[in-house]
């Protein structure tokens, strides 16, 4: 694959862009087609994905460059209407490639869910309970995979299973829960956990009758995923970041307290974390993956100490002038299933990618996060985050201000550049004399 031919990438025509593609034999040309047309999500497909439909509610579909991960290229499609988001993230692309690329790993990938039961009101029946799961628990494995024979046709299927028990307290009633950990290979698992899990409370609700007022009150996977987490990591030379007059070992120290910032405080935590989210949430709505889910988790993730706090960790080795980052998120991420197998765009995602498994798409995912942490936070201790962001800001300031087609777009753009004060009412004026000259 030639990456001259991804050389200036953004100062193309959207249609140069997706013949790029379709040469480089990524997307087919009936995928170029497709985009260049930009129908996206057809009313009929729409009708058929959620109840009620009205129309669709189009966003922009791009693509982030200069990725390696694993010694492997890889441009990463993205969903995003926010300005900034996919060229800062080629930005922190291309200089964690020329330091050699990211290292990412999927650590484990299962999913849990639990069955919640309540009238367990004492100790000793709660006991009882967690005796009696423990005893017959490859019984109640058999019960779920029986529910769901096609998974562990593939080498998936249910794990393992445990209960907890939580007393009554003053402001809760009593609740017994059995968590069921499930592989779910290829898929995200949603639909497959749910049918394992309703089973499940059947089978126990008929089978337990010690506990004369047992009720089952749900069943339900849990979006939170600390056994589907992946990490990424990079090694960054400070020299990589000089820039004019300042340098690289500055920003790459201020880099470090920043990350160490978000560590203490929640406020900076909060915008820290929304960061990655920019990118990993992009990926996750390019790949038909439930970005509601993965964002709940993560932040879950986040609080799991008991404080919330920055995910991204970046270090600086003053003696050998390197930075390095690391970052770690719970990806329940799947390469079937749901939306995936349905919505066209989609479809070029895969092809784009390269027919990625599941685990590939979870590298990529905080891989991608990473470097739209990284980013930020090289932009915010150094020229500041309103310089990009308002440069890219001006071209929908244009459009909102009424300019039509590419030429007058692109000479208000650069009056819009050169003004004091980039907003609406400046685009509005600008346009206006622009027109009248």
């Known amino acids: 694959m030639s990456q001259n031919q991804f050389q200036a990438y953004y100062k193309k025509s959207r249609q140069e862009r997706i013949d790029i593609l379709v040469n480089q034999q990524q997307i087919t040309e009936d995928q170029g087609a497709f985009l260049k047309n930009g129908e996206g999500l057809t009313n009929e497909i729409a ?38 988001v996919i060229a800062a993230a080629s930005n922190g692309g291309k200089i964690v490639q020329q330091a050699g690329g990211f290292k990412a790993q999927v ?14 009101e004492h100790e000793s029946q709660a006991l009882d309970f967690e ?33 907890h028990y939580y007393p009554t307290t003053a402001d809760n009633a009593s609740f017994f829960v059995i968590y069921l950990t499930i592989d779910t290979k290829e898929a995200m698992g949603a639909n497959m956990m749910n049918t394992m899990l309703e089973a499940l409370k059947t089978y126990i609700l008929n089978h337990v009758d010690f506990i004369p007022g047992l009720e089952g009150l749900m069943a339900i996977l849990s979006n939170y995923a600390l056994e589907a987490t992946a990490t990424a990591t990079c090694e960054i030379p400070a020299h990589l970041l000089n820039k004019g007059d300042v340098q690289g070992t500055e920003v790459a120290r201020k880099i470090a307290l920043a990350s160490q910032l978000a560590q203490v405080d929640v406020y900076r935590a909060t915008t820290h974390n929304k960061g990655i989210m920019n990118g990993v949430d992009a990926f996750v709505l390019a790949t038909g993956n439930d970005w509601r889910a ?38 329940a991420l799947g390469a079937v299933g749901g939306s995936i197998g349905i919505h066209p765009t989609v479809q070029v995602t895969k092809s784009i990618l390269g027919q990625t498994d599941a685990k590939s798409l979870m590298e990529i995912a905080v891989s991608l996060g ?13 020229e500041g985050i309103q310089a990009g962001h308002m440069q890219l800001q001006a071209k929908s300031l244009a459009i909102q201000a009424g300019a039509q087609g590419d030429q007058e777009i692109n000479q208000l753009v650069s009056a819009l550049e050169k003004a004091n004060h980039k907003n609406l009412a400046t685009a509005s004026a600008l346009l206006e004399k622009l027109r009248n000259i």
């Open 107 to 120: 650590n484990q990938r299962l999913m849990t869910g639990q069955i919640a039961f309540t009238g367990v």
């Open 131 to 163: 005796k009696w799961v423990a005893e017959v628990s490859n019984n109640l494995l058999a019960v779920a995979n029986d529910a769901y024979p096609s998974i562990v046709e593939r080498g998936g299927g249910a794990k393992s299973i445990r209960s």
């Open 47 to 84: 009708d058929n994905m959620i109840e009620n439909a009205l129309s669709t509610y189009r966003l922009p579909y791009g693509l982030g460059l200069n990725f390696l991960i694993n010694n492997r290229e890889v441009q990463i499609p993205m969903v995003t209407e926010e300005p900034s």
């Open 294 to 331: 993965v964002e709940a988790g993560i932040h879950a993730y986040a609080t799991r100490d008991g404080h919330y706090r920055g995910l991204a960790m970046w270090s600086y080795n003053a003696d050998r002038e390197l930075l390095t980052g690391t970052l770690t998120l719970p990806l």
């Open 370 to 382: 990473l470097a739209q942490n990284f980013a930020a936070i090289k932009a915010l201790v150094s």
